[in-house]
């Protein structure tokens, strides 16, 4: 095995499931289309790693590949299509409560797909909103702009479904 590719299974190996993490929110607890966002990215980065490995940052770069990654397969027109019936298969989140859970995921599958990015980026893996900005090309404006809006609607949502 080269170095290159020693290099890259341990990062890898050390960074796959925080990766993976980011591709499930962003894909909305979909953990199908996570794992292809995934591997789709890491694809990707195996091709650049040679540059890549010599960055200062390599998660902000495997970050914003996953993004990417995401971007294309919402893009891909056969991802238009929704089954009639969906399963539940995504662990248990702990300490919520089944509804809760729900309700949430309700809520966060209700964001527009700009939105989502954000609020993942910002709100789960505690980005500043310049490196968000940077993590999807666009300016720290529409970040601020679409982290409020989101954060509305998901407060809105998540009020309407305790109210029931």
Known sequence: MSRRDEEFTAYVAERRAHL??????LCAGDGHRAE???????????????RVSRLDSI???????VVNA??????????????????????????????DADALWSALRGLAPGQRRVVVLR?????????????LGVSAGTVKSQTSDALGLLRAALKDGASR
Do not use: M
């Open 36 to 50: 292809d966002v995934v591997q789709q990215a890491l694809t990707k980065l195996y091709a650049a790693w040679p």
């Open 70 to 99: 995401h971007l294309d397969d919402v893009r891909r027109p056969w991802r238009r299509e929704r089954p009639v019936a969906t399963t539940l298969e995504r662990p248990a989140t702990s300490g919520l409560s089944v509804e």
């Open 123 to 135: 709100h789960y893996l505690g980005l500043s909103v310049e490196e968000t900005a940077a993590d």
């Open 20 to 25: 993976y993490r980011t591709a499930y929110l």
């Open 59 to 65: 998660d902000a770069y495997a970050r914003r590949v």
